[in-house]
T-cell receptor
Framework: GDSVTQMEGPVTLSEEAFLTINCTYT??????LFWYVQYPGEGLQLLLK?????DKGSNKGFEATYRKETTSFHLEKGSVQVSDSAVYFC??????????????FGKGTKLTVNP | GAGVSQSPSNKVTEKGKDVELRCDPI?????LYWYRQSLGQGLEFLIY????????KSGLPSDRFSAERTGGSVSTLTIQRTQQEDSAVYLC????????????????FGPGTRLTVL
C-alpha cells in the first residue's frame, strides 16, 4: 500500500539556519503531496501542497517540490524562526475507487528553533 | 468562518465503557474523515464519509469501532468496550471532494478529542 517516510527527528536549529526535512513516498497511482504542521497545543494545519509532478508548493517561506523521478517532497526553508518550532508531517493522498482521498502520513519530525 | 469543531476536547473513561466522539465539519463540506493520532502508530486513517454514507471504512481497527453521519453534517465516532490501546487523539477533518470546484484535496482538521482509557 501507499506509504510515506520522513526523516526522524528531533531537529534542533538556531534561528536563521537553513532547514531541510526529507520526505519520500511510495504510491501506486499519482498522489497529491502535502506538508502539514502542528504547532504546540494546536491542531493540524495545512502548510503547503502539490498535486502533480514538478509542482512547487510554498507558504510562509517554506517550499517543497514534487519530484516524481525520486518520489520525494522535501521541505525547505532558507531562514527559520523560533515561531517555526512545531511538528511537521509529510502526507500523500491518492483518490481510490470509493472516492476517498484519505491521507497517509509520515511519522512526523519535531523541529525546535533556538534564538 | 467556523472551522471543524470536535467535542469533547478531553475524555477519560474506564476500560470496558463505551464512548462517543462528535465532529462538526465545515459547513458545506461533504467529505468527512476520522483519523487517530497515537504515540506508537502515528497518524492513521479510520473512516471516510461522503454525505451520510461511508464508502471507505478500511481503517477501523476492530468491530468495536463504528461511526455515523447524519444530515450530511455532524458525525459521531463510537468506541464500544474501550481498551487501553484505544487511548489516542481522535481527529476529524472535512473537505470539498475533487471535481466540485472547491479547494480540492485540502482537508481541514479539527482540534481533536484526547481519549484516555484507564
Amino acid at each position: 500500500g501507499d506509504s510515506v517516510t520522513q526523516m526522524e527527528g528531533p531537529v534542533t536549529l538556531s534561528e536563521e539556519a537553513f532547514l531541510t526535512i526529507n520526505c519520500t513516498y511510495t504510491a501506486t497511482g499519482y498522489p497529491s503531496l502535502f506538508w502539514y504542521v502542528q504547532y504546540p497545543g494546536e491542531g493540524l494545519q495545512l502548510l503547503l501542497k502539490a498535486t502533480k509532478a514538478d509542482d512547487k508548493g510554498s507558504n510562509k517561506g517554506f517550499e517543497a517540490t514534487y519530484r516524481k523521478e525520486t518520489t520525494s517532497f522535501h521541505l525547505e526553508k532558507g531562514s527559520v524562526q523560533v515561531s517555526d518550532s512545531a511538528v511537521y508531517f509529510c502526507a500523500l493522498s491518492d483518490l481510490n475507487m470509493s472516492g476517498s482521498e484519505k491521507l497517509v502520513f509520515g511519522k512526523g519530525t519535531k523541529l525546535t528553533v533556538n534564538p | 468562518g467556523a472551522g471543524v469543531s470536535q467535542s469533547p476536547s478531553n475524555k477519560v473513561t474506564e476500560k470496558g465503557k463505551d464512548v462517543e466522539l462528535r465532529c462538526d465539519p465545515i459547513s458545506g463540506h461533504t467529505a468527512l474523515y476520522w483519523y487517530r493520532q497515537s504515540l506508537g502508530q502515528g497518524l492513521e486513517f479510520l473512516i471516510y464519509f461522503q454525505g451520510n454514507s461511508a464508502p471507505d471504512k478500511s481503517g477501523l481497527p476492530s468491530d468495536r469501532f463504528s461511526a455515523e453521519r447524519t444530515g450530511g453534517s455532524v458525525s459521531t465516532l463510537t468506541i464500544q468496550r474501550t481498551q487501553q490501546e484505544d487511548s489516542a487523539v481522535y481527529l476529524c477533518a472535512s473537505s470539498t471532494p475533487s471535481g466540485t470546484g472547491g479547494s480540492t484535496d485540502t482537508q481541514y482538521f479539527g482540534p481533536g478529542t484526547r481519549l484516555t482509557v484507564l
